[in-house]
T-cell receptor
C-alpha cells in the first residue's frame, strides 16, 4: 500500500509570492491534516479536512488555506509569502475521524527568500 | 504554557546504554497520548497510543508507559539505528481530535 505522498519535495520562493502544496493520502483514508514544522516551534497544526469539509483550523493567518477533493487528495495554499513561512510542511492522513494513528508524508521543505 | 513538554531536548547515548525520555502534559483530561519517531528528512512515524494511567506498550527495544501527568519512553540497550527525534502528542477529552505535539527529544546513539 502506497504511503502519503507530498509534492513537491522542495520549494524555493521569494517574499510576496504564493505557493500550492499537494498531498495524496493513503487509499481509503478520509481525514487529511496539515502541520507546519520549524526548529523553534515544533509541529504546529494548520487545518484538518474530512470528506471534503474543513473540520478544524489552527491558529494561522488567513494567508494559509486548504481544500480537499472528492478523491481525498488535499492541497494547501499560502499567499503573500513571508520569510517566517519557511518551514517543513507535513501532511498526515488517518482512516477515521479520530486521528488516533496519523500517517505522515515526508513533507515539503519550503524556503522563502 | 505548552500543553506538552518533552525532556531532555537532546540525548546522547552509547550503544547499549539504556535511558528514558519524558513527556509531561497539562491537559485537564486525557483522551490519548501518542509517541512518534521522526528520522531526518522524513515525516513522523507512529509508534504507540496510550489511553489510561498504568498502561504500557512495547515494541522491540522501546517501551512506553503512562501516568496521570506524564509518559516515559524507555529505550533498552539502544542501537545506532534508534537515533531519531521522538515526538509525544496528546488529545484532550472533550476537545477536537487534533493531537497537540511536543517539541521532541533528539536521540543520538553512538556505536
Amino acid at each position: 500500500k502506497a504511503g502519503v505522498t507530498q509534492t513537491p519535495r522542495y520549494l524555493i520562493k521569494t517574499r510576496g509570492q504564493q505557493v500550492t502544496l499537494s498531498c495524496s493520502p493513503i487509499s481509503g483514508h478520509r481525514s487529511v491534516s496539515w502541520y507546519q514544522q520549524t526548529p523553534g516551534q515544533g509541529l504546529q497544526f494548520l487545518f484538518e479536512y474530512f470528506s471534503e469539509t474543513q473540520r478544524n483550523k489552527g491558529n494561522f493567518p488567513g494567508r494559509f488555506s486548504g481544500r480537499q477533493f472528492s478523491n481525498s487528495r488535499s492541497e494547501m495554499n499560502v499567499s503573500t509569502l513571508e520569510l517566517g513561512d519557511s518551514a517543513l510542511y507535513l501532511c498526515a492522513s488517518s482512516v477515521g475521524d479520530r486521528n488516533e494513528k496519523l500517517f505522515f508524508g515526508s513533507g515539503t521543505q519550503l524556503s522563502v527568500l | 504554557e505548552d500543553q506538552v513538554t518533552q525532556s531532555p531536548e537532546a540525548l546522547r547515548l552509547q550503544e547499549g546504554e539504556s535511558s528514558s525520555l519524558n513527556c509531561s502534559y497539562t491537559v485537564s483530561g486525557l483522551r490519548g497520548l501518542f509517541w512518534y519517531r521522526q528520522d531526518p528528512g522524513k515525516g513522523p512515524e507512529f509508534l504507540f497510543t496510550l489511553y489510561s494511567a498504568g498502561e504500557e506498550k512495547e515494541k522491540e527495544r522501546l517501551k512506553a508507559t503512562l501516568t496521570k501527568k506524564e509518559s516515559f519512553l524507555h529505550i533498552t540497550a539502544p542501537k545506532p539505528e534508534d537515533s531519531a527525534t521522538y515526538l509525544c502528542a496528546v488529545q484532550e477529552k472533550g476537545g477536537s481530535y487534533i493531537p497537540t505535539f511536543g517539541r521532541g527529544t533528539s536521540l543520538i546513539v553512538h556505536p
